[in-house]
């Protein structure tokens, strides 16, 4: 509609890549972002351009930070005998988020997936593998989610390091924090049952 | 968790401020960034830089551009005696999308609203009875949305050009193209029924 809304258009049509926004959301928030241009559009274009410049993925873990190396794969605090292994970056944030797991993460980057043609050696599996050698790791946490991808994925890992010395362990599957029965899938349940405990 | 994530700790709550992100999409949408620094987050933050360097409000109508008076009040293309007013600059692209309308418009910035405290005094209304005069305006068309907000601001409009000797018309209400009775609400079956019209 306007040559002075070129600059705008391109905004919007940028917004709306990503995910968990269309192009009326993109619309709705680059409108927002003009209201607050100073308060917010200015700030967050400064923060973007240097998480651009420097962001980049941790060559052991493939956690995201500003270093070739991530915070936990530098700390001397975390156990170097422990890795967990996690799908992608926001699982690895949840998992710190819950602030339980002392030892260090490996990031598969995806699961294996016959659909979108995701095979081993699109995930970050020989790395792992080489890690398990040089660090010294005793046990392997698969902390992949509970979906058929997910599963398929930690089936294949523990058959890959099967012999090599390493005890690997899944997440625990059952009832949730605060979950009541009524309104738990059968799945979960029958899975909670067979993994019943002594009280 | 770590230093050298501040910087991307401060992007995530920034953007979680956008209307329509909450802090867990916020975060999916920086990652989906990171992942994408090169081809999406280099030029996202280039073309917000840019929108939020140049961005600035009509001084007539209050739509978005880059220049003091925008596209569509600088025209020649569009008539002067017609002015449509919208609530805020997405009603007034949803309107040149649907492009039906040749005239002008008019952004109040908002509706009245007794809960959050608007007044007229915070709506862009004396611009309009400025512009009423000065374009020599005959028609000011009320497409404001219908709530009850909308229809209080328009009442309230048509109330205070009453004797100015312009003709105040609105948006017609009934059944939206596509619409199924079965799926709409009585309100708008009511008011479709009322303004019914030879066939």
Chains 1, 2 share one sequence.
């Not at 905004?11 to 995910?19: D, K, V, W």
């Not at 660090?135 to 991808?149: H, M, N, S």
Request: aromatic share 4%; net charge negative; proline share 3%.
């Amino acid at each position: 509609m306007a040559e002075d809304r070129e600059q705008i258009e391109a905004l919007i049509e940028l917004m709306a890549r990503l995910p968990g926004l269309g192009p009326r959301s993109a619309r709705r928030a680059v409108l927002h972002l003009i209201k607050k241009r100073g308060a917010l559009m200015g700030p967050l274009a400064e923060t973007m351009a240097a998480v651009a410049a420097n962001a980049r993925e941790c060559l052991t873990c493939g956690n995201v930070g500003t270093e070739t190396t991530c915070e936990i794969c530098r700390s001397v605090k975390r156990a170097t005998g422990e890795i967990c292994v996690v799908e992608d970056v926001a699982d690895l944030w949840a998992m710190e988020r819950a602030a339980v797991f002392r030892g260090r993460y490996h990031v598969l980057g995806g699961t294996l997936s016959a659909l979108d043609a995701v095979g081993p050696e699109d995930l970050r599996i020989p790395k792992l593998e080489q890690r398990i050698e040089d660090e010294g790791v005793t046990e392997v946490i698969l902390a992949l989610a509970a979906t058929v991808d997910g599963q398929t994925t930690a089936h294949y890992i523990a058959d890959r390091l099967e012999g090599r010395g390493v005890s690997v362990t899944s997440l625990a599957q059952g009832v949730p924090v605060g979950g009541e029965l009524d309104y738990l899938d059968d799945g979960t349940i029958g899975a909670a049952l067979r993994a019943r405990r002594a009280f």
